[in-house]
């Protein structure tokens, strides 16, 4: 009698360890129910029943694919913004081209005779206007184009930022060569000489002409030094 009451006692107790998942019996719970780390890599690795806080490895801030978002999208922002500075650039060349083109065709205008004006020479013979302007081979903007092609800023007065528009005179005769260059606005010694030494060395140009005839005109444009 005692001994099957042992054994009814041993069967209960094993019954109670396996409903509460003690001793080596076996339990439902699987390492796929259990939660999921992100190794340093980024990618996720199943979690393994820790032994202490020890074995614990915590991996502070965002995965890396977070990182090479961000990279990409600060490259496309430089790239955006390079873009950005190119169009303004070229914008402001252009501003400034056409405010030199401006100020040449203002400048450089040909001395056209009005119906109220009649060309009349002075005691030298020379025309302040004529009925045909003399004309430099290509038009203005092809004197701008020259002009910047050809001056040479001194070296010691752009050293010491000196600059300004010098205002030079001179005829273009009969036979289109440019003679009598004179500055008739000054502005530095240094420049004054290289804006005559730029005038002298012009190529000839379409003369001007009354009635049909070649005959000198006084033209005056400005040289522009900018240090």
């Known amino acids: 009698m005692k001994k099957k009451y042992y054994t009814v006692a041993n069967l209960l107790l094993s019954s109670l360890i396996s409903m509460l998942g003690l001793g080596s019996c076996k339990t439902s719970s699987k390492v796929d129910n259990l939660p999921k780390l992100i190794s340093e890599d980024g990618t996720v690795i199943k979690a393994k029943k820790l032994r202490s806080p020890k074995d614990i490895k915590v991996v502070y801030g965002p995965p890396p694919s977070y990182y090479e978002e961000e990279a ?11 873009f950005e500075q190119e169009r303004l650039r070229k914008e402001q060349e252009a501003r400034e081209r ?9 400048v450089y205008g040909p001395p056209v005779a009005r119906n109220w004006q009649r060309p009349m020479p002075d005691t030298e013979g020379i025309y302040d206007i004529g009925e045909t302007a003399p004309q430099f081979p290509g038009g203005p903007n092809a004197l701008v184009a020259w002009i910047e092609k050809n001056i040479q800023y001194p070296k010691k007065a752009r050293e010491e930022g000196i600059g300004g528009r010098v205002i030079v005179n001179f005829i273009i005769r009969p036979d289109g060569s440019v003679d009598g260059a004179m500055v008739v606005r000054r502005v530095d010694p240094q420049l004054d000489a290289e804006a005559l030494r730029l005038v002298k060395s012009m190529p000839k140009w379409t003369p001007g002409q009354v009635k049909g005839e070649n005959v000198p005109v006084r033209y005056t444009i400005p040289i522009n030094f900018k240090p």
């Open 98 to 106: 056409k405010k030199r083109e401006e100020e040449m065709k203002v």
């Open 72 to 82: 990409r999208r600060e490259a496309e922002r430089e790239k955006e913004y390079a």
